[in-house]
């Protein structure tokens, strides 16, 4: 039968023996990104039904989604649509068997973070 008294040994030690890497947080960002999308459309979604359902409950959403946390939440949702986007292109161009080396995934990466900044401010300024 195997030993099962392992010590004080962690279970998972990834998190304390590597580094995050900037591919590892772009993949978690990517996911993250994934779910705020998913509230913000739930937000948009209350809005629409709000506004369907009659004068008073569509004063409440647009109340909610209009003060600073609503805004904030958009604003947080501009930049997830954006580095959502930017980073599903860079899978498009990992499934082509393209910048997988360490190097270029590293840049496109910061293609990534930045692209998604700078587009964010663009579409702010825009709208």
Same mark, same amino acid.
Request: proline residues 3%; charged residues 10%.
């Given at each position: 039968?195997? +030993?099962?008294?392992? /010590? +004080? ?8 023996? @590597?580094?995050?890497?900037? $591919? ?5 960002? $990517? ?15 209350? =809005?629409?039904?709000?506004? *369907? *359902?009659?004068?008073?409950?569509? *004063? ?7 003060? =600073?946390? /609503? ?10 649509? =954006? @580095?959502? $986007?930017?980073?599903? !292109?860079?899978?498009?161009? =990992? +499934? ?6 360490? /190097? ?9 973070? /930045? ?9 702010? !300024?825009?709208?």
């Amino acid at each position: 039968m195997a +030993d099962v008294n392992r /010590g +004080d040994r962690p279970l998972s030690p990834h998190l304390q023996v @590597y580094r995050p890497q900037l $591919t590892s947080i772009t993949s978690i960002l $990517t996911r993250i990104s994934g779910n705020a999308l998913v509230v913000a459309g739930l937000m948009v979604t209350w =809005w629409f039904v709000a506004a *369907a *359902a009659g004068p008073d409950a569509f *004063a409440t959403a647009d109340a909610v989604l209009t003060s =600073w946390f /609503g805004k904030l939440v958009f604003l947080g949702s501009i930049w997830a649509l =954006w @580095y959502h $986007t930017l980073a599903g !292109i860079r899978h498009l161009i =990992w +499934d082509t068997g393209h910048g997988l080396d360490i /190097g270029t995934a590293e840049k496109l990466g910061w293609a990534c973070i /930045g692209g998604s900044i700078l587009l964010t401010v663009l579409t702010v !300024i825009l709208l």
